[in-house]
């Protein structure tokens, strides 16, 4: 079965600075990875997706992923974050472990953007 | 286009009571899943429909948890009876498929067992 790792539960960062939040998963076999954000008090949204092709990725906002299928990695990037990115990070992973394509999902990464 | 709808948005019971939670997909979605969040942790799976149809039911805890799909439209999730073990955040999400489809997820259920 597939396993993500997300290492860092807390990310602070200024206004303006890069970030990177990690996610590594485990898989056997061909995946489809995905980041998701939770504002407050909202649900999860999509931020984007690997599918196949480009392994560089870019979403809603400015955020950028690139899949590294060698070091298992799907790292998501912005060169400059605002205040308005504070919101909880999940990167999810699918493939066709048991039959099935259900997406699982990391404990999320908290990024907290200071003024 | 109307999103997930999840009801209630909280919930606070006591040991040994039931809850119900229910959640409205996007309209024309076929596959519905429930998944769990405990504070801190991971979201994990519970279960999966397609359309009327449990697909996957693997992460189902144990059986006081039963989710239904009527008519293949909305799904409840009962807890009967509830532990403290089992607060947290419930979520429903939808997608139109196929396999690689994102999700659609709701706000979520907050279920307090107390």
């Known amino acids: ?115 | 286009e109307a999103g997930v709808t999840q009801f209630p948005s909280h919930s606070v019971i006591e040991k040994g009571q039931t809850v119900t939670l229910r959640c409205d997909p996007i309209s024309g979605h076929d596959n519905l899943y429930w998944y769990r969040r405990v504070m801190g942790k991971e979201i994990k799976f519970l279960l999966h429909f397609v359309k009327e149809s449990k697909q996957d039911e693997s992460g189902m805890p144990n059986n006081r948890f039963l989710a239904e799909r009527t008519g293949g439209t909305y799904s409840t999730l009962k807890v009967q009876p509830a532990e403290l073990e089992d607060s947290g955040v419930y979520f429903c999400a939808s997608s139109h498929g196929p396999y690689n489809s994102p999700l659609h997820f709701g706000n979520g259920t907050r279920l307090t067992v107390t």
Request: with cysteine.
């Open chain 1, 1 to 115: 079965a597939q396993s993500v790792t997300q290492l860092d539960s807390q990310v602070p960062v200024f206004e303006e600075a890069p970030v990177e939040l990690r996610c590594n998963y485990s898989s056997s076999v061909s995946v489809y990875l995905f980041w998701y954000v939770q504002y407050p008090n909202q649900g999860l949204q999509l931020l984007l997706k690997y599918l196949s092709g480009s392994t560089l990725v870019k979403g809603i906002n400015g955020f950028e992923a690139e899949f590294n299928k060698s070091q298992t990695s799907f790292h998501l990037r912005k060169p400059s974050v605002h205040i308005s990115d504070t919101a909880e990070y999940f990167c999810a992973v699918s493939d066709m472990t048991g039959g099935s394509y259900i997406p699982t999902f990391g404990r999320g990464t908290s990024l907290i953007v200071h003024p």
